[in-house]
């Protein structure tokens, strides 16, 4: 053991109690373990398996294009989180830094609104599993699940997934950790090994590909349908930074694991997407054909290298699953030590043994296993919960633009954007902006019809026969796509908890401790 980690942790417990807290998470990662789980909440390999479909049918080979784009436009919120991370080193992210930044209020709901998108992402994650996993127990085992879209057989791999990360959330942040350092490497090494292998043995299309439609027909509207599967991606690098009171010197390590998960995730990415893309067999029938990764290394490869392929991936979606209900966690527990949420005394109390909060631990997994009532599959989960998490994103930008506008931030820290700052984060927010209207716009891709804001697709309830909405005389929700009725229910609920309980509560007004510097940026 390093003989300064007693001194760094006491100095890291030191600079907490700044802000009013003390120290009850337990501080064991270093900066790859806080990137590694970063990283894996990206996690390239289950965001394009989700809907790559999707990107491909808008628009063939040159779906490529959206990763680099969407990167580019996540980089620039990225930089904004990197500063905020080593100013405001605590559990939280978003609703964290516009606590400091901004207005009970405003905070307060664009925590809300996290919240929910967080607890979505896990649902739509553990949703995406089955797509890889029910094939390889089909071949390993002989048996014969199904694997169709919203089938039942898919909901019950998906909430047993949720009960095990769970468990696992439960027994601490190290464990987590150690499972999440090796899933990164396995999937880092799993996804680029594939890439080049298809891309050197089972090249049908060339490298040009990613100048190929296929027959799709581009256009800016399906451009901007195409962009939901990088879209669905690339967000959750914050969780660096929401692991700050568990992560050593956290005021430099925290925005270094930010910045490096999307650069990570970018290059990773690339090479995947090309080398998929070079070995699609009929480019044309793909974009037709609703082909997935899987649906292409099946094609290409031999039962048991494919089978292997798909091991790689679900172990990869596992570790993602992982980390983000292991952020989501800590944003749940970041608000409910502040008294922000319905039973906050049980969602903050931290286990003295396990050094986590298990209250939070169990709600979250409840909330994720709520869109399984009425389970429609994984794509429509998808882009809702992408929706929610730039709607948060776009509402913590605007909070920071305000500050840096007033003359934050009034003191250095390790990680600065300087006079950067403010054309970066304006820039961030045209992204963000840009790219919530594209969510919540209606669009299809026009050869499929394949709607990226989807009408839900209803499934039997409980195995009554009939739809949820059926049941109790509401089919007229079938009509309205599934991001505007999920927007609109969280806000709303918000609403009446916060106006009618939340408001009412005692709230001591908060002081930026940054006012007095932190002695380690000038050491």
């Not at 500063?83 to 809300?112: C, D, N």
């Not at 499972?179 to 089972?202: P, Q, Y």
């Not at 590909?209 to 879209?231: D, E």
């Not at 009446?496 to 005692?506: A, E, G, L, S, T």
Request: net charge positive; proline share 5%.
């Amino acid at each position: 053991m390093d003989r300064r980690e007693p001194v760094h942790s006491d100095r890291d417990s030191a600079d907490l109690a700044r802000f009013g807290y003390k120290q009850e998470l337990k501080r064991t990662l270093g900066v790859f373990s806080s990137f590694a789980v970063a990283f894996s909440y990206i996690s390239p390999s289950t965001g394009i398996f989700t809907l790559y479909f999707l990107a491909l049918g808008a628009l063939g080979g040159v779906m490529w294009w959206s990763w680099p784009i969407v990167i580019g436009g996540q980089f620039l919120i990225a930089l904004n989180w990197a500063e905020l991370s080593s100013h405001y080193p605590i559990a939280g992210s978003v609703y964290q830094w516009t606590k400091y930044l901004s207005g009970r209020t405003y905070a307060w709901f664009t925590g809300w609104i996290y919240l929910f998108a967080g607890v979505i992402t896990v649902a739509a994650v553990v949703a995406t599993l089955p797509l890889a996993l029910i094939p390889v127990l089909n071949s390993v085992f002989n048996v014969h699940l199904n694997n169709t879209l919203g089938s039942s057989d898919q909901r019950v791999v998906a909430l047993i997934t949720l009960v095990i990360i769970t468990v696992l959330n439960i027994y601490g942040v190290r464990l987590v950790a150690l499972i999440n350092n090796a899933g990164v490497v396995f999937e880092i090494l799993g996804m680029v090994i594939f890439a080049v292998f298809l891309a050197a043995l089972h090249n049908h299309q060339g490298v040009g590909v990613i100048f190929k439609t296929g027959g799709a027909k581009i256009t800016p509207s399906t451009f901007l349908v195409g962009m939901f599967m990088s879209l669905f991606v690339v967000y959750g690098f914050d969780t660096a930074s929401t692991l700050a009171e568990e992560t050593r010197d956290p005021r430099r390590e925290a925005p270094k694991a930010v910045l490096a998960s999307i650069t990570g995730a970018f290059i990773i990415g690339a090479f995947f997407l090309w080398g998929t893309l070079m070995a699609i067999p009929d480019l044309k029938k793909a974009v037709t054909g609703l082909f997935g990764p899987q649906t292409i290394i099946e094609s290409q490869l031999n039962s048991a290298l494919a089978t292997t392929y798909l091991v790689v991936v679900a172990a990869a979606i596992f570790i993602c699953c992982l980390a983000i209900m292991t952020s989501t966690i800590r944003l749940c527990f970041g608000m409910a030590r502040d008294d922000q949420l319905p039973v906050s005394r049980v969602l903050a109390k931290v286990n003295p043994r396990w050094h986590t909060p298990v209250g939070s631990c169990i709600a979250i997994g409840l909330l994720s296993a709520i869109p399984f009532i009425q389970f429609g599959g994984a794509t429509i989960i998808a882009v809702s919960a992408t929706a929610m998490i730039y709607l948060s994103y776009l509402l913590g930008n605007v909070a920071v633009l305000r500050a840096r506008l007033k003359g934050w931030p009034r003191v250095s820290a390790p990680f600065k954007l300087g006079r950067w700052g403010k054309l970066v984060n304006f820039l961030g927010i045209a992204w963000g902006a840009g790219m919530l209207v594209n969510f919540f716009w209606p669009a299809s891709t026009g050869s499929l019809r394949v709607y990226a804001n989807p009408r839900p697709n209803q499934t039997d309830f409980l195995g009554t026969g009939k739809p949820l909405v059926d049941l109790f005389g509401l089919d007229w929700l079938n009509k309205i796509p599934i991001i505007w009725t999920v927007t609109a229910f969280i806000v709303i609920v918000g609403l009446i908890y916060y106006f009618v309980f939340q408001r009412n509560k005692p709230f001591t007004p908060v002081v930026p401790p940054e006012e007095v510097p932190d002695v380690r940026v000038s050491a």
